[in-house]
């Protein structure tokens, strides 16, 4: 069946994340396709970004789609006192799906709700980044050939990383052995989240102590941009940084993912360790986004 709206990882059942691997493998290496030639896909990115919207684009334009769009809210007529509802309403008389960026939370869901094309989530908020756990799902998926199984240290920002959310919620739909949730006291995951997953979690400060256990480490920044206190940031914003010293004690063939942007949670001296696999894991995200939009626009013999 055609997915409709992505605005959270529980919208994609398992076998959903297994098509769409199987298809971004397809994807891999296509210079130009034309399957989505006629259709127009909006970015409509109110907050920045660069990999998500360059990545959106690129897989747009591989796919034969036309793209239109903005990178910033002050671009747009929401800077004339236009609402957010107008904005989509508009944006659907242009194009067949529209991928959107939000400061706030529920932004996608909230234009989803008024929008008769789909609606692509690219972050909202502190809230999900559901493409963005798709990438970090195939990633796993490709290195070590499966997903169920594995014991996850997710390290950082547990509070206000919405990638974070997205990919506890999508782990729900695998078989993780266990999941480290490694943090300070003040950036724990937050107890709605917690409250949804069907696996066993731990919740620690101290990295050293779980390391030795873990087959993908993924890495968080610190959101500054989510504290509503600058105070509060300065207490927190470098609670961890992964160097050799850490990595030396990770299992030899334990996976270090993070979504990136990276600012000084990893040392650029992990970059050239085997098991970084950050680059690889950005690079993943144009197949990944060519299926994904597949799946939502692509022709159908049932359409
Ligand atoms: N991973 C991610 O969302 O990066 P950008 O903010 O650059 O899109």
Same mark, same amino acid.
């Given at each position: 069946m055609r997915l409709r709206h992505v605005v959270s990882s529980?919208?994609?059942?398992?076998?959903?994340?297994?098509?769409?691997?199987?298809?971004?493998?397809?994807?891999?290496?296509?210079?130009?396709l034309n399957y989505l030639s006629g259709k127009v896909v909006s970015l409509a990115f109110f907050e920045p970004s660069t990999r998500t919207a360059q990545s959106f684009h690129t897989a747009a334009i591989k796919l034969g789609a036309d793209v239109i769009g903005f990178a910033s809210e002050e671009s747009t007529s929401i800077a004339k006192g236009e609402n957010l509802a107008d904005t989509i309403r508009m944006l659907n008389n242009?194009?067949?799906?529209?991928?959107?960026?939000?400061?706030?939370?529920?932004?996608?869901?909230?234009?989803?709700?008024?929008?008769?094309?789909?609606? #692509?989530?690219?972050?909202?908020g502190k809230h999900e980044h559901p493409t963005q756990a798709l990438i970090d799902l195939y990633t796993i998926y490709k290195v070590f050939g499966e997903i169920d199984g594995r014991t996850f240290g997710l390290l950082g920002d547990l509070k206000y990383a919405r990638t974070v959310n997205s990919l506890l919620r999508a782990l729900t739909r695998f078989k993780p052995k266990k999941v480290f949730l490694i943090s300070p006291s003040q950036l724990k995951v937050r107890r709605e #989240?917690?409250?949804?997953?069907?696996?066993?979690?731990?919740?620690t400060e101290n990295p050293y102590?779980?390391?030795?256990?873990?087959?993908?480490?993924?890495?968080?920044? #610190?959101?500054?941009?989510?504290?509503?206190?600058?105070?509060?940031?300065?207490?927190?914003k470098e609670s961890y940084v992964v160097d050799l010293k850490l990595v030396n004690m990770m299992k030899k063939d334990g996976i270090i993912l993070h979504p990136l942007p990276r600012v000084t949670e990893i040392d650029r001296k992990v970059d050239k360790t085997t098991n970084a696999k950050y680059f690889y894991q950005a690079s993943l995200a144009v197949p990944l986004r060519m299926a994904l939009f597949y799946e939502v626009l692509g022709e159908r013999k049932d359409d």
């Open positions: 529980l919208d994609l059942t398992r076998d959903d994340y297994f098509r769409i691997f199987e298809l971004a493998d397809k994807f891999s290496n296509v210079k130009k242009y194009s067949n799906c529209i991928v959107m960026r939000h400061k706030f939370d529920g932004a996608a869901l909230f234009a989803s709700e008024i929008s008769d094309i789909p609606i #692509i989530n690219a972050g909202d #989240i917690l409250d949804g997953l069907n696996y066993p979690v731990i919740e102590d779980v390391i030795q256990d873990i087959d993908v480490l993924y890495v968080t920044r #610190i959101q500054k941009e989510r504290f509503v206190d600058e105070v509060e940031y300065e207490k927190v």
